[in-house]
């Protein structure tokens, strides 16, 4: 959806707005980067919400930000590099297992279900973008930009 550019912004789909995009942040490149991402995302938009599922290495993060503060994030690059807050209602639903840093117990096979389940949760929390009826979005026009343009 970004094209050429390094982000998309969509237009409202089901009272959410959704930014995708392969410039921003990624808890497993860096996951400070991510957290002064989101937050300062949040201090201008209120609640923010952040998901992310990489396929080759299992890799998966999620993230809720309040008004600048994070309510509740977890990711997992190879090893707990965010857990932070209380495990959400869904989280527990959809048994997704979150670890404390340090933990050398993850095989790969609870990595995949987590990674699985990241939409699942997404979808719990406020909706999964892969749902999105795409004609929802012909409809309207997002903007597509630089990472720069959101600071």
Not at 17 to 46: E, M, N, Q, W, Y
Request: charged share 20%; net charge negative; proline share 3%.
């Amino acid at each position: 959806m970004a094209g050429a550019h390094e982000f998309f912004i969509s237009p409202r789909v089901n009272g959410w707005v959704i930014v995708t995009g392969l410039a921003l942040p990624s808890p497993d490149d860096d996951v400070d980067a991510c957290f002064l991402f989101l937050t300062a995302l949040s201090r201008k938009l209120g609640h923010v919400q952040f998901f992310h599922a990489e396929k080759f290495t299992n890799h998966h993060a999620w993230a809720r930000v309040d008004d600048g503060c994070v309510t509740r994030a977890y990711a997992w690059a190879g090893a707990t590099v965010w857990n932070q807050g209380a495990k959400t209602m869904p989280e527990i639903q959809l048994d997704l297992k979150c670890f404390a840093y340090g933990d050398n117990c993850v095989t790969n096979e609870i990595a995949d279900m987590n990674f699985e389940k990241v939409a699942a949760l997404a979808a719990r929390w406020s909706l999964d973008p892969a749902t999105v009826d795409e004609h929802l979005l012909n409809q309207a026009s997002g903007t597509a930009g630089e990472l720069s343009q959101l600071y």
